[in-house]
């Protein structure tokens, strides 16, 4: 479990709202590339934690000085093209892997399942359990069932295998 809330860690984008919730040095908080390949590294003398820090709220727009302390020239050229939106608005968790950004227990399955290389066996057993999965998927249940359901395959696989 430990291993997918860090997977989800590393792969949940954030849309910014007031600032309060996002971490700037461990959370992706823009979906554009830059939050993915930022130049800047954390200045070790940085004392800024969230976004909100980065924001003049008295014109509602970034706060340029606090940008040149933290990021390198390249990468403020990126945040600044993000806008700052209506500071009454919360941040926003967006799952990037479901089209629509909705979070749900397939979509994780799926992309955990890319992201560890562990789902996909091709052995015979793995195909049947396969099969069991994309059955379980299909169930008009909530998610949780499935997870128990899943759960419990692989939990009689591991003590048959």
């Known amino acids: 479990m430990l291993q997918v809330r860090q997977y989800l ?20 908080w823009a979906s554009y590339t830059w939050s993915r390949n930022s130049y800047t590294v954390k200045p070790t003398t940085s004392q800024t934690g ?6 003049d709220t008295d014109v509602v727009t970034w706060d340029i000085l606090k ?11 990126e945040i600044v093209k993000i806008n700052v939106p209506d500071l009454h608005r919360s941040d926003i968790p967006v799952w990037t892997h479901h089209p629509k950004g909705a979070y749900t227990v397939h ?4 992309a955990f399942c890319g992201f560890n290389n562990t789902c996909n066996n091709t052995s015979e057993q793995g195909a049947t359990t396969e099969k069991f999965f994309n059955k379980v998927w299909k169930l008009n249940v909530p998610g949780k069932i499935k997870a128990f359901l899943m759960e419990g395959h692989s939990q009689q696989s591991t003590n048959l295998g």
């Open 107 to 110: 979509s994780a399955y799926q």
């Open 50 to 55: 969230t976004i909100s820090e980065l924001i």
């Open 67 to 77: 940008l040149q302390e933290n990021f390198l020239p390249i990468d403020i050229q």
């Open 9 to 28: 860690n590393k792969t949940m984008d954030w849309t910014i709202g007031d600032g309060l919730t996002i971490q700037i040095w461990h959370h992706r």
